[in-house]
């Protein structure tokens, strides 16, 4: 069973940036599309936030968060990130990255996806 590990959350003011990453928590695994999930609050569904493809040549981004956020990987080390800049306060969520072994098209619905990591807590404050 894989097992995804998040990192790089915190407490930020709006304006600031911050690096998520993700990655898995012993060896590496094989190369998949991946994507990152955020819940806004505790009970709501988890949102798509953007994703990008096994060989991180495609991305994909709600539109929330296009032109602020960039997901890139290293697939040497099985490792994607999130690059969040002009972070706002609506942006306080936990954080999830997830792997289809589909390797289809990126897609949105969480259900789709097959591993997730426990989530890294991103606070935004005004």
């Known amino acids: 069973q894989v097992q995804l590990v998040e990192s790089g959350g915190g407490l930020v003011q709006a304006g600031g940036s911050l690096r998520l990453t993700c990655a898995p928590s012993r060896g590496i695994f094989g190369t998949y599309n991946m994507a990152w999930f955020r819940r806004q609050a505790p009970g709501k569904e988890r949102e798509f936030v953007g994703g990008i493809t096994w060989n991180g040549v495609n991305t994909y981004y709600v539109d929330a968060v296009k032109g602020r956020f960039t997901i890139s990987r290293d697939n040497a080390k099985s490792t994607v990130y999130l690059q969040m800049n002009s972070l706002k306060p609506e942006d306080t969520a936990v954080y999830y990255c997830?792997?289809?072994?589909?390797?289809?098209?990126?897609?949105?619905?969480?259900?789709?996806?097959?591993?997730w990591g426990q989530g890294t807590q991103v606070t935004v404050s005004s």
């Open positions: 997830a792997v289809d072994k589909r390797n289809l098209l990126i897609v949105t619905m969480p259900g789709k996806y097959d591993y």
